[in-house]
């Protein structure tokens, strides 16, 4: 049951209700809604069952999809019902540890591979299969969840499994659930399979006998109406009647119930049969039991045996009877495991007690009670389970001493524990290790942590208040139960607050983070007792306070011994002492608080007590010290008097020792002065301490008093503290006065010194200036004299130089011999050290030179002679250029064939797949398929080549007719390929279905599929001229282009965006595609409604609040909102900035667009110009754009995937977010090269007009630099000349079947194609003749006349291929010299062979110059090599005779040759002997140029068709393994056949067979054409009105072959028509969905009843 809170949110989903009204909009999009839920039920349905089998809990709903594609756990759910076929350790990644870390990988396929096996081993179906993709990909994920529910039903109906439950409207999803679901299923744009007919599709799929089936079925009625349980209990087990969960101890049981059901049914019936009814037509088992009423009742009768056997248990409280019938199957209770047996046991035996209190029980407890207590069992077994494991987890953490760790665990919500503070792990952990380690065990229980993690989740949260200072939680948590603390007392809530604050406080200090429990339990116990000790000491401070008022001292010190004072150091000896200073010191607090009742607290009690017992010590400290000065000074000893003046207890300040004789005399007379007359004799001397307490001590004992002695004297002879110090003061400060000059001495001297180095510098100055001032005057006496010095040197060098000139001259010249000898010597020995270099440097120079002879021949408009005449050896053909053009004529022969070998194996696989469906649905179709089987194994196994490899008869054979006939066709393929009007207009001729066809079979194959450069240039010849012709003849509007669907068009994008365009727009798009798909941060979307509605649900995510706004709006009514607009225009500009960038990678790729493509969009411009002359640029730039950009490129943006421009990663797939942001910049590129501004229903991206219009701007520079292309002639290098120079012939492979069928599409649109009667098509049609058939091409001996398959041996062998070696028919029947193309061919050879032996200026100059005898030895050398070359090459290869023989005359028979040719040349006007003929040399040039692009070319050709070859047989070999496994089934098809001896057996040549059996024989069934009416197989008949359908009577008659029928109309008794059934025919209608057909062109049937009336009526299906 649904909450009623829950029910109010939930979206409802299902029918629409009387007070709605849904527009149409709304309606369609509540479907939609209802068929998202309803999947989402169906996955929820798929994870309960798996996880019953597997006991194993998968992944939530939602996520299940994913968690599927890994196959983990669709291989265990394999090894659950296939244990032996799936060990565990074939399966990978089980603990999907590799898929959790980084994804799918290849090797995941494998599990889903052994999923299929399984489930085949088993024998579902394989109608139900999944794909591999469709699980790893994820592209059909529904399909996935069809198949596990077939597979649940299945395994149900087999025992093996539980029933899956239906929970269709018993599950809740939110909203967004579903919205994300639906937007999942409309993506792949999957069509949700019928979940609800699986029943009804495994019942017709499985393979039974139905005919035994109904035996059986009869049997157990016969048996039920006997009473004999043992009878009933054989015929149930009989497995023919495929009847499961029959257990022999309840045989008495199913007669009973099978017994009274029989009865009812009977009863029921009685009274409904009409005597109208044909007995032949009246169901037999309108009175019997059928098998699903057998098996609903055998159920009901295990179901009600297994409660009872439950509730026994119950009763018995027995775990493992309870257990054992829980499991049994037909409960089909989900989720039944061993391990909860006890929790079993106790919920259902309280549910039942429980129950049994109600007076409406009947004794026992129901399924659906059943189920409910395994569920809540099974959850609080889980519940209980999962508390253990996190127990462990905590205990496993602990002892790790991991605080973090700890705290994790004990936060798990399956521990149960209570609230845990993560802020303070280390508290838990030090807590929990210390009980840990106290626990006997090691290890802590449940409860144990419990209470120990209540208690310190409280220690954390006292903490916590502790550092936040919140006095009101600190309290709170304080008092908290959950803490136990003890000894709390409410006065004292604040004071241990601040105790425990400072506390705190002082841990922080030290380190500590958090206060213990036992810290804050001894700090209450503290604050407890300082309480007390308080509360004793103040009542103390009260009576010391009332004794110091009564100033007596005796009762002070009293007040004061007391212990609850706990007063310090109190000596009675100075009682009273302790009296004056603490009535002073209360005296000092009554006047500075003005009260004179204040009262002194124990802390300044204690206070005075130690001041009292300072000033006694200080007191007699001096009077000691005061007493040793005086005696000192009594002595006269000067330095005795010092140091007792220096000592610790002396008074006296600054003394010095220097001054201790004038101490001593001072002192003296002052001592003298102070006795007078005389000594008094009195024994005490008074002190004043603090200026107010009186000190009393004796000279006799030294001690003293605060008590005045009585009759007290003060001693006359002794000088006070005062006198001393005032004599000491005065002696000291003269002679400080004295020493302070004497110190200061060194400072004067260092002042004078200063004065007198102060006069020393200025005259050391005024020196130094008066130099500088004269140092001219320096300079010019120094450079006089340094003059003087060099001149006087400079004369006595040169009168020693002229004194010996003679000398010099010869040491000069001995020097330059010697220098010039050694520079050639150096010379020399450079160029021997350097001779490598040298030969290089001359090899270089000599390179260039032939390198500039090379650039003249390759670029110079008309070479030299002398300059070709050193390359024409480059026209030598060498044996490698011959085995490269063998090799590459037999590849091209072998990939053609395999070619057309693969598409014609294809299209029978699939029709042998379609005819397999059809079998099963209708096994009366065998023989078809056996049929169409063996025509497939002929095709793979080559029969049919072997009929014309031989070369021994059909179009090959060894005789002049069949050469003719050969020649001809090879004259007529190379006139269609050369001259593409013909196949142009013949395209044009056809409808265009056919017209599509002949493209993809015969043009194709005429051109080989482009493999080369001719044959792509003759290709882009016929592209060229049939698009003229199509525009020309079909196109009356610029606009239709676009419009339209133009036939030629669709063929060159199709061709150009193929295996040959792939790679082109994979390099023009992957990157710029691939930077997009990468942006993970880039969201681009332009559509306000579904922005508003993703911001709408961001809101109610951020706040966990339901948004107020409604949630269905208009685009207008997004738009109000700004937020809305915000994020639209960012997106916008992220789409204008991704955008740029697509297009700049389209702009600076323009080489990479295949010429193909770019050069039918200059034919497409120039076409459309030339016959719409008023269409200006812009009209047609926007058609060529429509063609390279909207045609060619833009389905490649908007899923690159489907065109291989990315990579896509295992498991990988397009996001939704990835595919949107292309599909809008595809969009945006769309508008752009067309001009279209956004408008309408795009109004919201109108602010992007202006970028659209300067995207057009540089789209059409773009078209413009597109269309600029050479011509086909150019870019491919080939003329008119260029297939008489190639040495292979081009060769074409095609089928018997398409000669005829272009030899006969040409004759039946000759006059069309060809008006001209001269026209030389016309000519080779003549020559053909009529149109032949296959066995004349074939060979009238291939096929035995008698062969009753003759027709299709025939039909078959006429898609035997042949090669025709194409040649002109021109070129053969104009041998001679007469036609000037070869004649200027021929002269060109000649002319080579020529300059090859004798060297010279001009043409004309060694035509008339003799040659040499060393010329003519050189010719005759080439002539032998060429022979002998020759004489290697293949038949395939040679040249004319004639050519042959030209080429051995001596050279000067051939100049004289070379002659005449020239002037019948020149007379044709193709040469002039004005320029010296110098148009032959430029051809040679330019054949020299051709042959090495030739070369280059055909190497890259080799690799590319080998390349090709092996991904050819790579496809074929799956083609065979496909072929085999077809056969296999094939072959168990005739085997299960061939046990049905019940039936009519079908044979292979069609016919049945009658076995005695009477009821099996098939005769004429009659029907009115009302009763067909009546059943719905007959609709109406034209013409007829429905009250005189009783009068048209219909015969249905089976022919001898197998599947024919005959049916005859009758009109009033007379035979109107007869028609030929097929019912093959019938059923690849019913498999193309056609409802109605026509029979007689007035009769309307229904196809798929009159298919059911036919298979009940004939074959009992």
């Known amino acids: 049951m649904y909450e009623e809170n829950a029910a109010l949110h939930r979206p409802r989903y299902g029918s629409i209700v009387d007070d709605e009204r849904l527009s149409a909009e709304e309606m369609d999009e509540r479907r939609h809604q209802n068929i998202a839920y309803e999947y989402l039920c169906h996955l929820e349905e798929a994870k309960q069952w798996i996880e019953a089998c597997l006991r194993e809990e998968l992944p939530p709903t939602t996520e299940l999809e994913e968690g599927l594609r890994n196959g983990v756990y669709l291989v265990k759910l394999a090894r659950f019902f296939a244990p032996k076929l799936v060990p565990e350790r074939k399966i990978y990644d089980i603990e999907q540890t590799r898929f959790k870390r980084s994804g799918l990988h290849f090797r995941h396929t494998d599990n889903t591979v052994q999923w299929l096996r399984a489930m085949e081993s088993v024998g579902l179906p394989k109608i139900f299969y999944p794909e591999t993709t469709d699980v790893y990909d994820r592209k059909n994920m529904p399909r996935v969840i069809y198949c596990i529910h077939a597979l649940s039903l299945y395994l149900f109906k087999l025992g093996i499994a539980p029933q899956i439950q239906d929970l269709l409207g018993k599950v809740d999803f939110t909203e967004e659930e579903i919205s994300n679901m639906r937007k999942e299923l409309e993506k792949y744009g999957i069509q949700m399979p019928a979940f609800s007919k699986i029943g009804g599709i495994l019942a017709n799929e499985l393979s039974v006998d139905e005919a035994a089936l109904h035996a059986a079925v009869m049997a157990i009625n016969e048996a039920i109406s006997h009473k004999v349980p043992e009878e009933t209990m054989k015929a149930l087990t009989n497995p023919n009647a495929v009847l499961s969960n029959i257990e022999n101890k309840l045989a008495q049981d199913y007669q009973e119930k099978l017994f009274e059901a029989k009865k009812i049914k009977q009863e029921r019936n009685a009274g409904g049969k009409s005597d109208s009814v044909n007995a032949e037509e009246r169901e037999m088992y309108e009175e019997l039991l059928t098998r699903n009423e057998i098996q609903d009742n055998v159920n009901k009768v295990n179901v009600n045996k297994a409660l009872q056997r439950v509730n026994q248990a119950l009763e018995k409280q027995d775990e493992n009877d309870l257990l054992s019938g829980l499991q049994a199957p037909s409960l089909s209770l989900a989720a039944v495991y061993q391990e909860n047996a006890p929790w079993y046991l106790t919920n259902l035996h309280a549910e039942r007690e429980q129950k049994s209190q109600q007076e409406s029980f009947s004794g026992m407890l129901n399924k659906d009670d059943l189920q409910a207590g395994i569920s809540l069992s099974n959850d609080q077994a889980r519940a209980h389970k999962l508390k253990l494991e996190a127990v462990e987890k905590i205990n496993a953490a602990i002892l790790n001493n991991d605080a973090v760790q700890t705290v994790t665990a004990l936060m798990l919500p399956e521990a149960q524990l209570p609230g845990v503070n993560p802020d303070m792990p280390d508290l838990y952990q030090l807590e929990l290790s210390n009980l840990q380690r106290q626990n006997p065990e090691g290890k802590l229980t449940h409860e144990e942590l419990a209470i120990a993690v209540e208690m310190l989740s409280a220690v954390a949260q006292l903490n916590g208040a502790l550092t936040l200072n919140n006095v009101e939680e600190m309290i709170q948590h304080l008092t908290s139960p959950a803490i136990g603390i003890s000894n709390l007392q409410d006065a004292y809530t604040q004071r241990y607050a601040d105790t425990l604050m400072l506390l705190k406080t002082q841990a922080a200090e030290q380190g500590q983070d958090y206060l213990s429990w036992n810290d804050i339990q001894a700090c209450i116990e503290e604050v407890n007792m300082q309480i007390k000790e308080e509360s004793e000491r103040v009542f103390a401070a009260d009576l010391i306070n009332d004794a110091v008022d009564k100033k007596d001292p005796n009762k002070t010190l009293e007040a004061l011994l007391m212990p609850s004072a706990k007063l310090q150091e109190v000596n009675s000896s100075i009682a009273n002492h302790y009296q004056d200073v603490l009535w002073d010191t209360k005296q000092q607090k009554c006047k500075v608080s003005q009260d004179d009742g204040a009262a002194l607290w124990l802390d300044e009690i204690q206070e005075a007590i130690l001041s009292a017992n300072q000033d006694t010590e200080d007191a007699h400290s001096l009077a000691i010290a005061v007493s040793e000065i005086n005696s000192a000074i009594e002595n006269g000893d000067s330095q005795q008097t010092l140091a007792a003046m220096q000592s610790s207890n002396a008074v006296t300040r600054g003394v010095v020792p220097e001054c201790a004789d004038t101490y001593q005399n001072e002192l003296f007379e002052a001592k003298k002065q102070k006795t007078g007359e005389g000594p008094n004799g009195s024994l005490w001397v008074i002190h004043k301490i603090k200026d107010k307490y009186e000190y009393y001590h004796n000279l006799e004992t030294a001690e003293g008093t605060w008590e005045k002695p009585e009759s007290i004297v003060q001693n006359n002879t002794q000088l006070s503290r005062e006198e001393i110090q005032d004599v000491t003061g005065r002696i000291t400060t003269d002679h400080h006065r004295e020493q302070l000059w004497l110190a200061n001495e060194g400072q004067v001297i260092r ?393 700049t990678s389209i702009c600076t790729s323009l080489d990479a667009i295949p010429y193909g493509m770019r050069y039918i969009a200059k034919v497409l411009k120039n076409s459309l110009h030339e016959k719409f002359p008023d269409s200006t640029e812009d009209e047609l730039l926007k058609i060529v754009g429509n063609l390279l950009y909207y045609r060619y490129m833009n389905p490649a943006i908007v899923a690159p995937d489907g065109f291989d421009i990315i990579d896509m990663t295992a498991g990988g797939q397009l996001h939704p977010d990835q595919r949107r942001n292309l599909g809008s910049v595809a969009k945006v590129l769309q508008h752009a090269a067309s001009n279209k501004l956004f408008e309408g229903e795009n109004a919201q991206l109108s602010s992007m007009n202006n970028f659209l219009s300067q995207t057009y701007q540089k789209f059409r520079k773009f078209f413009q630099e597109a269309c600029d292309v050479p011509e086909p002639e150019e870019k491919f290098n080939i003329d008119e000349y260029s297939d008489m120079v190639t040495l292979s012939k081009p060769v074409i492979y095609i089928s018997i079947e398409e000669i005829i069928n272009t030899h006969s599409l040409l004759l039946e649109h000759q006059e069309a194609i060809s008006p001209d009667h001269n026209d030389l098509l016309h000519e080779l049609l003549e020559g053909l003749g009529s149109v032949p058939d296959v066995e004349t091409l074939i060979g009238e001996g291939a096929v035995d006349p008698n062969d009753p398959n003759k027709e299709n041996v025939l039909s078959q062998l006429a898609k035997t291929e042949v090669s025709l070696a194409l040649t002109s028919k021109v070129e053969l029947r104009e041998g001679d010299d007469t036609d000037m193309k070869s004649l200027m061919i021929k002269t060109k050879w000649l002319i080579v062979d020529v300059i090859r032996a004798q060297p010279g200026e001009t043409l004309s100059t060694i035509l008339e110059t003799p040659a040499t005898s060393q010329q003519e030895a050189n010719y005759l050398k080439v002539v032998e090599m060429r022979a002998l070359q020759d004489a290697k090459v293949p038949d395939k290869m040679k040249h004319n005779q004639l050519d042959v023989e030209d080429g051995q005359l001596p050279l000067e028979q051939k100049k004289r040759k070379i002659q005449r040719n020239l002037r019948t040349l020149e007379q044709a006007g193709l040469v002039s002997v004005t320029n010296k003929y110098q148009e032959l040399i430029n051809d040679i040039a330019k054949d020299i140029r051709n042959q090495r692009r030739y070369r280059q070319h055909r190497k890259a050709e080799l690799v590319k068709i080998q390349q090709t070859l092996s991904a050819l047989n790579s496809k074929s070999k799956f083609y065979e393994e496909q072929n085999n496994y077809y056969n296999t089934y094939i072959k168990t098809c005739l085997d299960n056949l061939t046990r049905k001896n019940a039936r009519r057996s079908i044979k292979l040549d069609g016919k049945g067979e009658e076995k005695g059996n009477k009821k099996m024989k098939q005769s004429t069934l009659r029907y009115t054409a009302a009763r067909l009416h009546e059943k719905g197989v007959l609709l109406e008949i034209d013409g007829l009105q429905s009250n005189q359908l009783k009068n048209v009577l219909f015969d249905i008659t089976p022919s001898e072959e197998v599947g024919d029928f005959e049916v005859k109309a009758k009109f009033m008794g007379m035979e109107v028509e007869k028609v030929q059934l097929h019912f093959q025919d019938l059923l690849e209608l019913q498999y193309e969905g056609v409802a109605v057909m026509k029979i007689f062109e007035k009769a309307k049937v229904n196809v798929n009843l009159l298919v059911f009336l036919l298979n009940k009526k004939f074959y009992g299906k």
Request: charged letters at 30%; hydrophobic letters at 35%.
């Open 751 to 1143: 002042l004078q010194a200063c004065a007198r180095g102060y006069l020393a510098r200025k005259a050391y100055s005024e020196r130094l200036n008066y130099l500088h001032k004269q140092e001219p005057s320096t300079i010019r006496l120094q450079s006089s004299w340094k003059g003087y010095k060099q001149r006087k040197s400079y004369k006595g060098r040169l009168r020693v130089l002229q004194d010996n000139v003679a000398t010099i001259t010869k040491i000069q010249s001995f020097v330059r011999m010697w220098k010039a000898r050694r520079a050639y010597r150096t010379r020399c020995q450079y160029f021997k050290d350097h001779t490598p270099e040298i030969i290089k440097i001359q090899a270089y120079l000599r390179a260039n030179k032939a390198k500039d002879d090379y650039k003249t021949l390759i670029n110079a408009g008309e070479p030299p002679l002398n300059v070709v005449r050193k390359f024409v050896h480059l026209l030598d053909q060498s044996d490698l250029d011959f085995q490269e053009e063998l090799e590459v004529t037999r590849l091209r022969e072998e990939v053609v064939t395999k070619i057309r070998s693969n598409q014609q194996l294809e299209k029978d696989l699939n029709l042998m797949d379609i005819k397999i469906g059809l079998l099963v649905k209708n096994r009366i179709t065998l023989q078809d398929v056996i049929s169409h089987s063996k025509k497939m194994d002929k095709k793979n196994k080559g029969q049919a080549m072997e009929v014309i490899s031989g070369d021994k008869q059909g179009l090959k054979s060894l005789s002049k007719e069949k050469r003719k006939k050969l020649e001809a066709y090879q004259h007529l393929f190379y006139l269609l390929q050369t001259n593409p009007a013909y196949l142009a207009k013949l395209i044009f001729q056809m409808p265009q279905n056919k017209s599509t066809k002949f493209m993809d079979t015969v043009i194709f194959t005429l051109y080989n599929y482009a493999s080369n450069q001719r044959e792509e240039y003759l290709l882009l010849k016929l592209f060229k001229t049939a698009l003229e012709e199509e525009i020309k003849s079909k196109v009356d509007q610029v606009q239709e282009i676009v419009t339209g669907n133009p036939t030629v068009i669709k063929m060159v994008v199709t061709f150009n965006r193929g295996t040959r365009g792939q790679n082109a727009l994979r390099q023009l798009l992957a990157p710029v595609v691939k930077e997009i798909m990468e942006n993970k941060t880039l969201a681009i979307n332009t559509n306000p409604v579904e922005v508003y509605k993703a911001w709408v649900n961001q809101m109610e995510m951020q706040t966990g609040e339901a948004s107020k706004l409604p949630y269905d709006v208009t685009a207008e009514q997004a738009l109000s909102h700004e937020e809305v607009k915000s994020k639209l225009e960012s997106s916008m500009n992220n789409l204008q900035l991704v955008t740029d960038k697509v297009l």
